[in-house]
């Protein structure tokens, strides 16, 4: 496994004041899973930095350069976890990028649902709450926190986004949450094997009614044995759909 450990702030090596100022700006960022040089969705990557740059700080984003920037982090590594960091300054925002060892997600998972939801949850950015509810829940023995309203409506988790089968269909959380990269890369492909899709509330109380949950992000796809103290079904089959459809997903080269 690769052993790559380095970040970069616009294509230099980052010292430890540098990254002490911007980390205390206000942030946004991307994060992909890259194997031999490419990584998936990665239209939906840079489109996702620059559109909220666009909104956030009033500024376009080069993204050619920006893809030149992973590539620097990067060094030559064929197999990492990248992490694209825009962080707010004057005049132009500065870009972080961090290449670590590869990683993907355990599967099945537990989890703990917590009552609480990410500020403008649309948007992949810093400055919430959801690590510190993670730590919490891990020190308790679970994977990760799953993140509900106050009425009990799942939304996503603090590090994924979950979804459910109901019957034929995959049904995503009707509640404020990140559409994020491998969400839609499944949207896009799981028609092509006869699977619908839908949003619903759903809430902590109707897991156990459900045929199952999942997890998604960059690092892949996970089933969810348990929520609380609800044991949750595993479909062999319709978890073997799910990553079938995700691993024929093209990889686009960075």
Do not use: C
């Amino acid at each position: 496994m690769s052993g790559i450990d380095r970040t970069q702030i616009d294509g230099a090596p980052a010292t430890a004041e540098e990254l002490e100022r911007v980390s205390s700006a206000y942030g946004h960022f991307t994060a992909m899973q890259v194997r031999g040089g490419a990584t998936r969705g990665l239209d939906l990557h840079l489109r996702r930095v620059a559109d909220t740059n666009r909104e956030r700080f009033g500024t376009e984003l080069d993204r050619e350069r920006l893809r030149g920037l992973i590539r620097s982090a990067l060094g030559g590594e064929q197999d990492a976890s990248v992490r694209v960091y825009l962080y707010d300054a004057s005049p132009e925002p500065r870009i972080v990028v961090t290449a670590k060892p590869p990683a993907e997600l355990v599967s099945p998972q537990r989890l703990r649902s917590v009552r609480y939801q990410r500020p403008d949850a649309r948007l992949k950015h810093l400055r919430t709450e959801q690590g510190r509810y993670r730590e919490e829940v891990q020190r308790e023995g679970y994977d990760d926190a799953l993140l509900t309203g106050d009425d009990g409506v799942v939304s996503e988790t603090s590090m994924t986004n979950i979804g459910f089968f109901h019957r034929d269909s995959v049904v995503w959380p009707d509640a404020p949450l990140l559409h994020g990269v491998t969400m839609q890369l499944l949207e896009e492909r799981l028609p092509e094997r006869g699977v619908t899709f839908r949003r619903e509330r759903i809430r902590v109380a109707d897991l156990a009614t459900l045929d199952g949950a999942f997890l998604s992000n960059a690092r892949g796809i996970a089933a969810v044995g348990a929520v609380d103290d609800v044991e949750l079904m595993i479909d062999p089959d319709r978890m073997r759909l799910l990553l079938d459809t995700y691993a024929a997903v093209p990889w686009d080269p960075i």
